[in-house]
């Protein structure tokens, strides 16, 4: 049984959830259906992954088989950087919510701290982060006080259960917690032990807002995308302390890197398309590793990030973690 977290909201949220980034469109419906039928309740999508509407048909299957009711998913999406504009933000809520075949999400998430021009969607969907499709960036004037107040709208209208923001460093939050009237109920940030983020974790808990960890398995992610620190990098799942602390307790390392993260508070949204590692990621709270090894694997901290987007594409116009 998969713990819940509490959040501000005074809602639940469960702490070991399911990730669609990357999760081809063909097998997507599938994928979920599969997943939900394994025990997953949380699942993580985005306009961004360009596959609501199959991760919707998944959910449809599996609430017409009678395996699932609607509420008692939690359903996450996440409003890309085209549509920051306050006047875009309800809009395209109201269309990825009808890809998904759903009324509300149960958190909606600002995906980057970044605005950029708007880009219909009869043009192009998922719009990605170009203007032109290729190559030009071109920003838009909304500041996140603009897109925020826009987010709290969706809470009023029911469109979205909570809210909040990925993506996000310590000085924009602090920003956003003083005109905030909804604080943000989560932090999605990539956290592993390669980036531990000590502070912001902190900042987080201090201010009452739930922290998910994406990315949690570190390079795995990220291999396909020829980036060379990724490459050059010890892969985690065979780092030698978390493969040591695993043996130890006869787990796989990957469930050693998602409790390092679930026992110290924080959610984990692993994605896997293999039924094997989608059951083994959702068992890893069932163990506890002592605190001796969770600072071990704390240790291993290099402050090295690998979603950004200048690892994706040449750029000078987006820096956004500097
Ligand atoms: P992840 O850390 O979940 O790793 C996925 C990779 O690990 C895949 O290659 C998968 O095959 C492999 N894997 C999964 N389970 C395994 C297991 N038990 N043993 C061995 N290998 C295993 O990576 P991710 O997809 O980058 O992150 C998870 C989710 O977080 C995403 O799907 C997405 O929903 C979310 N995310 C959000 C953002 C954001 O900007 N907010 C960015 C990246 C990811």
């Given at each position: 049984?998969?713990?819940?977290?509490?959040?501000?909201?005074?809602?639940?949220?469960?702490?070991v959830g399911f990730g669609l980034w990357?999760?081809?469109?063909?097998?997507?419906?599938?994928?979920?259906?599969?997943a939900i039928k394994v025990g997953y309740r949380l699942f993580d999508?985005?306009?961004?992954?360009?596959?609501e509407v199959e991760a919707g048909q998944g959910v449809a299957r599996a609430i017409k088989e009678g395996i699932v009711k609607r509420e008692e998913l939690f359903i996450v999406s996440k409003l890309w950087n085209t549509f920051h504009d306050g006047d875009r933000v309800e809009p395209i809520v109201r269309k990825?919510?009808?890809d998904w075949g759903v009324d509300y999400f149960d958190l909606y998430l600002i995906h980057f701290p970044v605005a950029l021009e708007y880009v219909d969607p009869s043009v192009r969907y998922p719009p990605g982060w170009h203007y032109d499709g290729s190559s030009e960036i071109r920003p838009s004037k909304a500041s996140i006080q603009e897109t925020w107040t826009a987010m709290e709208s969706l809470v009023g209208s029911g469109l979205a259960k909570n809210i909040g923001v990925s993506n996000f460093q310590a000085q924009l939050l602090y920003d956003l917690l003083r005109y905030a009237k909804i604080k943000p109920a989560t932090l999605q940030i990539e956290h592993h032990p390669y980036l531990v983020q000590p502070e912001l974790l902190r900042l987080a808990k201090t201010e009452g807002i739930a922290?998910?960890?994406y990315s949690s398995f570190g390079p795995a992610s990220f291999a396909e995308f020829n980036m060379a620190h990724a490459a050059a990098i010890t892969p985690l799942l065979?780092?030698?302390?978390?493969?040591?602390?695993?043996?130890?307790?006869?787990?796989?390392?990957?469930?050693?890197?998602?409790?390092?993260?679930?026992?110290?508070?924080?959610?984990?949204?692993?994605?896997?398309?293999?039924?094997?590692?989608?059951?083994?990621?959702?068992?890893?709270?069932?163990?506890?590793?002592?605190?001796?090894?969770?600072?071990?694997?704390?240790?291993?901290?290099?402050?090295?990030?690998?979603?950004?987007?200048?690892?994706?594409?040449?750029?000078?116009?987006?820096?956004?973690?500097?």
């Amino acid at each position: 049984m998969v713990p819940n977290i509490k959040l501000s909201t005074g809602q639940d949220m469960p702490q070991v959830g399911f990730g669609l980034w990357k999760v081809d469109n063909a097998i997507c419906a599938d994928t979920v259906y599969n997943a939900i039928k394994v025990g997953y309740r949380l699942f993580d999508g985005a306009c961004d992954y360009g596959n609501e509407v199959e991760a919707g048909q998944g959910v449809a299957r599996a609430i017409k088989e009678g395996i699932v009711k609607r509420e008692e998913l939690f359903i996450v999406s996440k409003l890309w950087n085209t549509f920051h504009d306050g006047d875009r933000v309800e809009p395209i809520v109201r269309k990825q919510l009808a890809d998904w075949g759903v009324d509300y999400f149960d958190l909606y998430l600002i995906h980057f701290p970044v605005a950029l021009e708007y880009v219909d969607p009869s043009v192009r969907y998922p719009p990605g982060w170009h203007y032109d499709g290729s190559s030009e960036i071109r920003p838009s004037k909304a500041s996140i006080q603009e897109t925020w107040t826009a987010m709290e709208s969706l809470v009023g209208s029911g469109l979205a259960k909570n809210i909040g923001v990925s993506n996000f460093q310590a000085q924009l939050l602090y920003d956003l917690l003083r005109y905030a009237k909804i604080k943000p109920a989560t932090l999605q940030i990539e956290h592993h032990p390669y980036l531990v983020q000590p502070e912001l974790l902190r900042l987080a808990k201090t201010e009452g807002i739930a922290v998910t960890a994406y990315s949690s398995f570190g390079p795995a992610s990220f291999a396909e995308f020829n980036m060379a620190h990724a490459a050059a990098i010890t892969p985690l799942l065979e780092e030698a302390t978390v493969t040591a602390i695993a043996a130890k307790h006869g787990k796989e390392p990957s469930q050693v890197l998602l409790r390092w993260a679930t026992q110290r508070g924080l959610a984990v949204i692993p994605k896997s398309v293999r039924e094997k590692y989608m059951q083994s990621n959702l068992a890893s709270i069932e163990f506890d590793l002592e605190q001796s090894e969770i600072d071990q694997i704390s240790n291993l901290d290099k402050g090295l990030r690998f979603n950004q987007p200048a690892n994706y594409f040449p750029t000078e116009a987006l820096w956004i973690f500097g």
